[in-house]
């Protein structure tokens, strides 16, 4: 599984449209095999969804999409959301390894979908 976190310093971004880089981490049964930090250049939507295409990614993790058709551009390259993630990047990266991840303010293990 390959996860992009979008990122403003060393936190989740509060909206992905604010990130400054995201950070590619690929899962693979249960394990974080890769991580790499990418720098959007312009900070733009275009930055955003070339670095989800080209990585290749299948999850966004983010802080939130607040508009519409910028949501409706992500899932078009059939890129799952967990959005209302807030947290620094450890925090972050340890929920991943423990598969329980989830949309929602703050990482609760209750009611966590796994990820694969």
Do not use: W
Request: glycine share 8%; proline share 3%.
């Amino acid at each position: 599984m390959r996860l992009g976190i979008t990122l403003f310093g060393d936190r989740v971004a509060p909206r992905c449209t604010f990130a400054e880089s995201i950070l590619i981490v690929v899962k693979d049964r249960g394990r974080i095999t890769h991580r790499e930090t990418v720098q959007l250049e312009n900070k733009t939507i275009i930055d955003l969804m070339n670095v989800l295409r080209d990585y290749k990614v299948e999850t966004l993790v983010c802080g939130g999409i607040s508009v519409m058709e910028i949501r409706e551009l992500v899932q078009s390259l059939d890129i799952a959301i967990v959005d209302n993630v807030a947290g620094d990047i450890d925090e972050i990266i340890k929920t991943i390894k423990m598969g329980t991840i989830q949309p929602g303010y703050g990482l609760q293990n209750l009611g966590a979908t796994p990820l694969k």
